[in-house]
């Protein structure tokens, strides 16, 4: 499907603003970027890079803010209409925040959010 700059920058805030409060307190030093599609990974739906809050220690501090970053083209590649496509994005969402609160690939499989 095709979708808009804009508006998936819309629908990507929607999903961000659907987290639990306490959820989105705990976050710290993350920022969510969109971009096309990832370069070595076409298909990819969204990616976290950082520092874990579960790995952080006492020594964490001077790092740049971890990224989420989601690729407005491959999630709109994955779905045929804006519905299904807001929830992708509130899926890939979940997803990579869950990353940021270190849960790994194969626990978020087997909580149906892989």
């Given at each position: ?20 409060p ?45 990224r ?46 892989g």
């Open positions: 499907m095709e979708v808009g700059p804009e508006r998936f920058e819309e629908l990507v805030a929607d999903a961000l603003d659907e987290l639990p306490p959820l989105t307190r705990a976050m710290d030093n993350v920022v969510v970027l969109v971009e096309e599609r990832h370069p070595e990974e076409p298909d990819l739906l969204g990616l976290y890079e950082g520092v874990a809050l579960t790995e952080r220690y006492s020594d964490y501090g001077g790092f740049l803010p971890d989420i970053t989601l690729y407005r083209a491959a999630l709109a590649d994955a779905c045929e209409d804006e519905d299904e496509l807001r929830e992708e994005v509130a899926v890939t969402v979940v997803h990579e925040v869950a990353h940021h609160f270190g849960i790994d690939e194969e626990t978020l499989h087997r909580l149906g959010w």
